[in-house]
């Protein structure tokens, strides 16, 4: 298969559902009546696929996300993957393999065999698939794996381009190179993060961003003073960092006690509205 041929006509997908870990869940951009339950871009992408189709006159679309945060590639491949493939959806946006990089002994050619295995398998069952680079992290704790999210980005390209997948460019994203962009946990979007990179992922599908000026950057900001911004990152160290090594040393996950949001494809929520069966 080829590289996607793609024109903006949405009603070709009466169907999408969202797997991954936390990125896809959505973490940090809480539905209002739920601070648990989070929205993040994938909820927002299914809301704006559902209002074109309905004013296009075609069915409403039927969702579905079972992407849980912490989640390695290796269970999204072997537990998520399956269940899309019995929902027998039109789209299927996969994002993993973020959460492996951040171990340092992360194998990048077994990370692309594995995700291509799973593209492959999604193919074969007639899906469409949306997948996604890595950011560029040129700051933070997570610089350290820039050079490696890099390669593994070229591999994905790749897989993209033998299978006929879309990508949603995230390392392309000038917008995210602001840390107000970041929740405060340094390693997760904001609501506005999450809303800009829903436009990357309808311009990754070949259809028009709902905002013209999706990837502009923020205007810039006076420096933060130096005592303030040690400050912040002690704050940050203690609150956010010390746990997340913690679980590390411990080998456990963040998501290890939580079941999928949305597990079965049905209506698209709005809003603070939440279907009491999905929640955690």
């Known amino acids: 298969m080829g590289c996607v041929n793609t024109h903006d006509d949405v009603t ?39 209002d074109r189709r309905v004013a296009a006159g075609a069915e409403p679309l039927q969702y579905a996300n079972t992407a849980i945060r912490g989640k390695l ?14 929902m027998r959806p039109d789209l299927v946006s996969m994002v993993g393999g973020g959460n492996d990089i951040l171990r340092p002994r992360a194998d990048i050619d077994r990370l692309a065999r594995d995700l291509e295995h799973g593209v ?12 996604a680079t890595g950011f560029d992290a040129k700051a933070g704790m997570v ?26 460019d995230l390392w392309g994203m000038r917008s995210l190179q602001d840390w107000r962009m970041w929740s405060e946990d340094r390693l ?18 070949g259809l028009a961003p709902e905002a013209s000026d999706w990837d502009t950057p923020l205007e810039a900001q006076a420096p933060t003073p130096a005592v303030r911004r040690a400050r912040e990152n002690a704050e940050w160290a203690r ?16 998501g290890d006690a939580r079941t999928a949001k949305q597990p079965e494809l049905s209506a698209v929520l709005r809003g603070g509205e939440i279907n009491a069966e999905d929640r955690d």
């Open 143 to 168: 610089a350290v794996t820039r050079s490696r999210v890099g390669v593994y980005n070229s591999m994905i390209w790749s897989i993209a381009q033998r299978h006929g997948c879309h990508v949603l």
């Open 239 to 254: 609150t956010h960092l010390v746990p997340w090594i913690q679980r590390r040393v411990r080998r456990v996950s963040s």
């Open 188 to 205: 997760h979007l904001t609501p506005e993060g999450h809303t800009r990179v829903r436009d990357a992922a309808l311009v990754g599908l």
């Open 12 to 50: 070709r997908w009466s169907s999408y559902v969202a797997i991954g870990d936390s990125f896809s869940e959505g973490l940090w951009d809480p539905y209002p009546t739920d601070p648990d339950h989070q929205r993040g871009w994938a909820d927002r992408l299914a809301l704006v696929l559902n």
């Open 73 to 86: 590639l290796r269970s999204i491949l072997v537990d998520q993957v399956p269940r899309a493939i019995e």
């Open 120 to 131: 492959v398998r999604l193919r074969e069952a007639g899906i469409d698939v949306l997948l």
